[in-house]
């Protein structure tokens, strides 16, 4: 069973949330807050696997409840589901650690599509949010750009990572040993300077490392 929370100030927003999630199989919806500091509260005593996250919230607003939760040493998945979709938006939200963006008028499909794939792979990347990454780089200087470039075997090895293959089957499909494969991860993950796998695979997009057609 999937635990999901969502946290967004309009009730009848949530209710509407609510009545779509208890029509998916293997979803339920186990917190409701009002704010971010409700949601920072309540997940002191109720653990769940993603968070719906609004943007534009009372006391706390989802951008620092994002930043708050990033720290966090095992943070729930977090989809931002909001009514802004400017691309600058998405990808400073994807760049703060979010694992998914949807717009607040998404179809049921792809909302619990959505929850699955983040669940499950960590991250859902689709047209919208590839679409403003790419753009996000494109405004960016050149020097924000990482200064060392990938060995062919490192890009190799991340294109794997980012169609979702564990260190072992990268091991086996390449020959070499799943502790050679880590180490190669290791000096990607410097060389991009990110710390874990989902952000190579943020990383991955905003530099056009990766393939990214539509999920």
């Given amino acids: ?28 919806l186990t917190l409701e807050a009002e704010s971010g500091k409700d949601l920072l509260s309540q997940l002191k005593e109720i653990t769940v696997d993603v968070i719906l996250l609004d943007i534009e919230m009372k006391d706390i607003s989802g951008i620092e409840t994002l930043k708050t939760l990033s720290i966090q040493h ?3 998945k977090i989809i931002v589901l909001s009514m802004h979709t400017e691309p600058r938006m998405i990808s400073y939200m994807m760049e703060q650690d979010a694992n998914g963006y949807l717009p607040k008028d998404v179809k049921r499909d792809e909302l619990e599509l959505a929850i699955r794939t983040v669940y499950e792979k960590g991250m859902y990347l689709n047209e919208m949010v590839s679409k403003s990454l790419l753009a996000g780089l494109k405004n960016r200087s050149k020097k924000s750009l990482p200064s060392m470039e990938l060995s062919p075997r490192e890009k190799e090895i991340l294109e ?47 530099l056009n490392l990766i393939d990214i057609s539509p999920i």
């Fill in 74 to 76: 095992s943070k729930p």
């Fill in 160 to 206: 794997l990572i980012c169609q979702e293959y564990t260190m072992q089957e990268i091991g086996e499909k390449l020959f070499i040993s799943e502790r050679t494969v880590e180490g190669h991860r290791k000096n990607i993950c410097i060389k991009l300077d990110v710390k874990n796998t989902a952000g190579l695979v943020r990383k991955a997009v905003l």
């Fill in 1 to 28: 069973m999937i635990n999901v929370g969502i946290a967004d100030d309009h009730s009848l927003f949530r209710e509407g949330i609510r009545m779509i999630i208890d029509s998916m199989e293997g979803i339920q």
